[in-house]
């Protein structure tokens, strides 16, 4: 479903020096896999996300997505934001609407109702359409970004830290969501945390990225989010494989951190 070739992103600071966000980066994604990326700051994790995403055009390589090549935007590639960038001044349903309204060929309203309806409903938020969102909380409102996104249909999720602004208990009830959701849909999914437990309990695969230059330093693959989509996330991250892993990934990235410190030091 997604090729990513030879992506390399070099930004210009207002002092003219050049800085190397990304390296010849390079990977496939199949129909239905959900991704997580690690990394400590300025790895490259977000401009690795938004060039799939089509706002940012590359220096260097592609992204193919379904046999094209990217080159902006397009619903096909739906994007969930840390924030939600909701229309705060929409009820909850016509910010779900939104999107297949909006098409080229917009289906009949009826259908459209039905469609929301069915979205809100999955992310449990069935009889909150026609309140305004300013008055929800902040995990009901990624709840809204989320069946905003499902609206649409696309064939790839793109998801920058969804989760990371919400409190503990909230943010544990999102992830067993974003399982049950990607169980229950097949969706692909490429979600970027700073959250080591949780790239783990979500990821069928994970990238640790390297800094500066960005690139994957180390690929996971993981058994976590198929058992959580049956088990407890509580029992799972108990587990001496997992902790096993968490630790491997934490004493990777803690030493990533100190070189980019020392580098400062340094400069």
């Not at 994604?29 to 997580?36: A, D, I």
């Not at 193919?64 to 929409?90: C, I, K, N």
């Not at 990238?207 to 989010?225: H, N, S």
């Not at 058992?227 to 990235?253: L, W, Y």
Request: hydrophobic share 40%.
């Amino acid at each position: 479903m997604l090729e990513v070739k030879d992506l390399s992103m070099v930004y210009q600071t207002p002092k003219k020096e050049e800085v190397s966000a990304l390296l010849n980066v390079s990977f496939t994604l199949e129909k239905g896999e959900f991704l997580t990326i690690l990394g400590p700051s300025g790895c490259g994790k977000t401009t690795l996300l938004n060039i799939i995403a089509g706002f940012l055009q590359p220096t260097q390589g592609e992204a193919v997505f379904d046999g094209e090549s990217v080159s902006g935007p397009s619903p096909q590639r739906g994007m969930v934001f840390q924030q939600g960038a909701l229309f705060e001044w929409m009820s909850v349903e016509k910010n779900v609407s939104f999107g297949p309204r909006m098409a080229d060929r917009p289906k009949p309203d009826a259908e459209i109702s039905e469609n929301t309806r069915y979205w809100l409903d999955t992310v449990g938020l069935s009889g909150f359409g026609g309140k305004p969102v300013y008055e929800l909380s902040g995990g009901m409102q990624q709840r809204v970004a989320l069946a905003r996104c499902l609206a649409n249909d696309p064939g790839l999720i793109l998801m920058d830290e969804p989760l990371g602004a919400l409190d503990a208990l909230t943010r544990e009830k999102m992830q067993g969501l974003l399982l049950k959701l990607w169980n229950e849909t097949g969706k692909t999914i490429i979600l970027i945390t700073h959250s080591v437990e949780e790239a783990l309990i979500l990821g069928e695969r994970l990238f640790v990225m390297a800094p500066r230059p960005g690139r994957i330093e180390k690929e996971y693959r993981l058994p976590f989010a198929e058992q959580g989509v049956a088990d407890d996330s509580r029992k799972i991250k108990a587990q001496s494989d997992f902790v096993q892993i968490r630790e491997e990934v934490i004493g990777m990235i803690w030493s990533m951190e100190e070189e980019i410190m020392g580098r400062q030091e340094e400069g």
